[in-house]
């Protein structure tokens, strides 16, 4: 039977350790310096970096590629993988492809819908969604074998992830949800972005109420403000986020060159207040094209150094 050999993320949490992760999203190109830029500004800085799959629907460099292009940097990277475009072959496929560079933690996901992206006319596959995937992975690692039912010659060893969106509507369901990603095998969460601390609050109640915040590392998500305007497009634009209108009026409130600094500010401010969430293991930095300030926000919330973790 196939031995599993912790990635560092894994580690980390297993340790009870906060974990910090960040993201970068692919070049719309094949220049190999973009993604390596991005890590360069991060690497000392987290546990883990997601490579993001095709977000928005949008083409990009794929995230197999890019997740390689970090292993061979010495970090640890998180293959992000949506169902939104390949079948049950081509998932299986894609997953031998990254256990064969040792890449070891994965996030499964659905994916945006095409209609957001630059091929609006694509077709979307679904073959499985994104627990179900979940549930593929865990099979191929611990059963060592395919969805056919043959057996693989070194399975992959994946750390299992999944989302969660405290926010979405209806409210109601959003605990149930995560009892069921558990349940198919997910082993880490990473949370959409959280702004609205006291409704983020009452659903980590709800988790711990049922338990499962000892059953899943919950990784809170974090993306930092960079103006009052990008507040306001993600209230009112981006699905299933919340962003408070007391955030807004923080963040217009100040003259327009100095919003940046304020939304670091809000970041770190939120951080601090959900370290001392019970349940919470760690945190996903999401600063969108903002790579940059990733150290600043790790410094100022204690959370640098990173722990030396054995090998």
Not at 69 to 90: E, S, Y
Request: charged share 30%.
């Amino acid at each position: 039977m196939n031995v599993k050999t912790p990635s560092r993320l894994e580690k980390v949490l297993a340790a009870g350790l906060l974990a910090v992760t960040s993201e970068c999203g692919p070049p719309r190109g094949s220049d190999p310096e973009v993604i390596i830029k991005k890590a360069d500004l991060i690497k000392d800085y987290v546990d883990a970096v997601n490579i993001t799959d095709n977000q928005t629907s949008v083409t990009r460099l794929c995230s197999l590629a890019a997740c390689i292009r970090l292993k061979l940097m010495g970090l640890d990277p998180v293959l992000q993988m949506v169902t939104r475009d390949r079948n049950r072959i081509a998932l299986q496929s894609d997953i031998l492809g990254a256990a064969s560079f040792d890449i070891n933690n994965i996030l499964c996901l659905s994916g945006d819908h095409q209609s957001f992206g630059d091929c609006s006319n694509g077709q979307n596959v679904h073959d499985i969604d994104s627990m179900q995937l979940v549930q593929t992975v865990r099979h191929m690692r611990d059963q060592g074998k395919f969805l056919g039912g043959d057996d693989i010659e070194r399975p992959p060893k994946m750390f299992v992830g999944a989302a969660a969106n405290p926010f979405a509507d209806p409210f109601e369901i959003r605990v149930p949800r995560l009892a069921k990603k558990i349940a198919a095998g997910t082993e880490f969460i990473q949370t959409q972005c959280i702004y609205n601390l006291d409704k983020f609050e009452e659903w980590m109640k709800r988790v711990r109420e049922r338990g499962l915040h000892e059953k899943v590392y919950i990784l809170a998500g974090m993306t930092p403000m960079k103006s009052a305007g990008m507040a306001r497009y993600m209230k009112n634009r981006v699905p299933g986020m919340d962003v408070p209108d007391e955030l807004i009026k923080r963040l217009a409130g100040v003259p327009k060159e100095k919003q940046a600094e304020e939304g670091i500010d809000i970041c770190v401010e939120s951080i601090e207040r959900l370290k001392e969430v019970e349940g919470v293991r760690g945190f996903h930095i999401m600063a969108i094209e903002w790579e940059e300030k990733v150290p600043e926000i790790v410094k100022r919330t204690g959370l640098f150094p990173r722990p030396e973790i054995a090998d």
